[in-house]
């Protein structure tokens, strides 16, 4: 997926490089031809706009300037004088839709246009401008042009009657088609930038993008085909090689594919509407039919022009139609962003096809109805896209809560249960590889942390096992969070891969610190397809299960025997003395606030030669005379050493050692023994002491202590 959006930015980037070169080019371009055009103008063009004289097919006479009708039905004549000081280069230039022309001077033909051959094919493709050759001896003689028009069902007119020269000429039509190059090259960009993300939306695996797929390629296919039917009216090819056959044909081949574009941009638009399928359907069969008759000889392109027009005026006033009915479920804001382009368009291109029709400014109208068009559809597509996108995140969200365990990240029982009824179907079909293996986890001790120090705790072991879990078999497959405590890593493994990676994992979960958790313990199973080669998957997932509850009741039974060392003399006393409760680092500020609020003295010591007081509460201060730590510290060095009275300390020790080794004490003691206050004071207290051991602090007395000095005398 990264490589596909680098592919899209580089795309883009030289798409962006070309447009503004394509610009840069034209606007030079436009000011060089300007600058020679300006020059062979002024000394070559003048303008035959006025004083002809019109003899129509049935004979009569009239008096014709600018751009004049010569109807459709005959042939027509037209005369006037030509000026003085004619040159040898220049020639009489008109526009005109023809079938044949012919030019007299004196009586003399010198000029004859008609029907271009290829082949077999009789073609007036390109019988659009007529440039006849003068002479300067053709000075103020009379000219008599004979006109045969095309056989269209609207008039045809006669414009743009001027004398200039060729070179003038190709300069003029040059320099007329700058902005509408501009236009031409701002189009092709939307349609190569549209082709390439509808080309990249093919092959992604999301249907939605598939479909908005077909729409992006229409956009582009309709974008181009416009730029070169309008880009191809210029006639520029064929006016500089004089080609005007070729141009032509590309021309129409390229206003025929407009309505087979079009339709297929609305029929993705508008959701497959009957009407726009029948439009693209009717496009394509025209197109084809129309080729098919013009390359048999049977008909001329231009004979079906009408039929072309008439399917864009139908597919435009179906476009506002449907537009108007979507328009009224938009929000106003969105009404308006792809109302205001789109009716412009329309406007306009009905504007440019009654105005070809008219032998009018067309192109000026086709340029703007394609720039608004445009940006309706693009308007259209970004916003569609915008909501396929958002409507994908939403799933995609939905998805994630649905499949996703909230608190580690991993995929749930859901997705657990749904992937080993997919891994089912492959071994079903023979699919599955041999080294298919599930690891069962389980946590230790989540209850008795959760007990002890809340759920926070609780959170901070679940997320710091999935972490660990997660960084040692993330690589080889999908990990799950099945249950409160339990956790499943499904992958692809080999024994060898399996024992290395457990021994990572150990290694992780021993080493790992939080605020709460320090260690964490997991019973593990695991099933391997290479060990129960007769197994389902199910079955599979069952024996990991039950392999990891063996473990578990492994880890109970050690549990008891824990820091344990049998050649020791007290081992049956530590045996005996076991806690379910084990004082460590995390559950000492528990004992702490505790203790705070007990009645009476209460104290914790390390069980070895210095007996380190590891804690101590208030009372204990108040019973040994002192009012701070430091003074407590002072008077005893912080050991149950110096808390005895000197010369009773062996005989307590003694006692506590006889007390505890009791079978019937289980760990207990009671004692009493004098101590020192720090003002000097011997008091005699009362000691009651129960022997531990602890994970970080290793062999632990527990002792309340109270002041009896009262009650003994």
């Known amino acids: 997926m990264e490589e596909k959006q680098k592919l899209l930015k580089h795309g ?21 031809i300007n600058h020679d055009y300006q020059k062979v103008q002024a000394r070559y063009e003048m303008s035959l706009s006025k004083g002809w004289t019109l003899i129509d097919a049935d004979g009569h006479e009239s008096e014709v300037s600018g751009a004049f009708n010569i109807g459709n039905s005959g042939a027509v004549t037209i005369y006037t004088a030509l000026p003085r000081d004619l040159k040898d280069v220049d020639v009489l230039r008109f526009k005109c839709q023809f079938y044949t022309v012919d030019a007299y001077i004196d009586g003399e033909c010198i000029y004859h246009a008609g029907p271009a051959s290829l082949g077999n094919i009789e073609t007036t493709i390109g019988n659009i401008i007529v440039l006849i050759p003068l002479k300067a001896e053709y000075s103020e003689k009379e000219i008599t042009i004979v006109i045969q028009p095309r056989n269209y069902f609207y008039d045809v007119y006669v414009r743009e009657m001027t004398i200039t020269t060729v070179p003038a000429f190709t300069l003029e039509s040059i320099l007329d088609s700058v902005p509408y190059m501009m236009m031409c090259a701002l189009i092709t960009f939307i349609s190569i930038v549209a082709l390439f993300v509808g080309i990249i939306f093919r092959f992604v695996k999301v249907e939605n993008y598939k479909k908005m797929s077909r729409g992006f390629i229409y956009l582009a296919m309709f974008g181009i085909v416009s730029v070169t039917w309008v880009f191809s009216d210029f006639h520029l090819l064929g006016i500089i090689n004089n080609k005007m056959v070729l141009s032509g044909i590309i021309n129409y081949i390229g206003f025929m594919l ?15 509407k009957l009407f726009f399928r029948v439009m693209y359907v009717v496009s394509y069969v025209n197109f084809v039919v129309q080729m098919l008759l013009f390359f048999f000889g049977v008909t ?3 004979d079906g022009l009408v039929i072309t027009q008439i399917l864009l005026v139908f597919l435009v006033i179906g476009m506002l139609y449907f537009s108007v009915l979507i328009g009224m479920t938009l929000t106003r804001k969105n009404a308006f962003l792809l109302g205001v382009p789109t009716i412009s368009f329309a406007v306009f291109a009905v504007a440019s096809i009654v105005t070809y029709v008219m032998n009018g400014r067309w192109m000026l109208y086709m340029a703007l109805a394609m720039m608004f068009y445009a940006i309706a559809v693009i308007v259209y597509l970004l916003s569609n896209l915008w909501k396929n996108i958002k409507s994908r995140m939403e799933v995609e969200q939905i998805r994630k809560y649905a499949y996703t365990d909230n608190l580690t990240g991993f995929e749930n029982r859901r997705a657990y249960n749904e992937y080993v009824n997919e891994l089912e179907e492959k071994h079903k079909e023979g699919k599955l590889s041999n080294n298919l293996t599930a690891v069962v986890f389980d946590l230790n001790g989540l209850k008795k942390t959760n007990d002890i120090f809340g759920h926070v705790a609780g959170d901070e072991l679940i997320t710091a096992a999935a972490r660990c879990i997660e960084v040692v078999y993330a690589e080889y497959g999908r990990c799950f969070r099945t249950g409160g405590d339990e956790f499943v890593a499904i992958g692809l493994m080999t024994d060898e891969i399996y024992t290395k990676k457990q021994k990572e994992l150990k290694q992780l979960m021993d080493g790992f610190e939080g605020e709460y958790v320090k260690g964490i313990s997991t019973s593990v199973g695991k099933a391997a397809m290479y060990e129960y080669p007769e197994y389902s998957v199910s079955e599979l997932m069952d024996k990991a299960d039950k392999l990891m509850y ?13 820091g344990i060392d049998k050649k020791d003399a007290q081992t049956n006393l530590k045996l005996k003395t076991l806690d379910t409760f084990k004082l460590s680092k995390y559950t000492m500020p528990v004992v702490e606030q505790m203790a705070e609020v007990l009645p009476g003295g209460f104290f914790i010591y390390k069980e070895d030669d210095k007996r380190e007081i590891i804690f101590k509460n208030r009372h204990v201060l108040e019973i040994y005379g002192c009012k701070t730590e430091e003074e407590f510290r002072e008077l005893t060095g912080n050991s149950f050493n110096n808390m005895v009275h000197p010369d009773d300390f062996l005989k307590v020790q003694e006692t506590i050692n006889a007390q505890i080794a009791s079978p019937e004490s289980f760990g207990n ?24 051991h602890s994970p970080d602090y290793g062999d632990i007395f527990y002792v309340f202590i109270s002041d009896i000095t009262m009650h003994h005398q």
């Open 300 to 302: 001329d392109l231009p």
């Open 669 to 692: 003691d009671n004692v009493i023994y004098r101590i020192i206050r720090k003002d000097g004071q011997i008091r005699l207290v009362g000691d009651h002491g129960h022997f531990s």
């Open 258 to 272: 407009c309505p087979v574009m079009f339709s297929g941009v609305l029929k993705y638009i508008f959701g497959r």
């Open 550 to 562: 063996e473990d578990k009741q492994t880890y109970y039974t050690s549990e008891l025997m824990q």
């Open 12 to 32: 883009i980037m030289i798409a962006q490089i070309a447009l503004v070169c394509v610009i840069v080019t034209a606007i030079i371009l436009g000011i060089i």
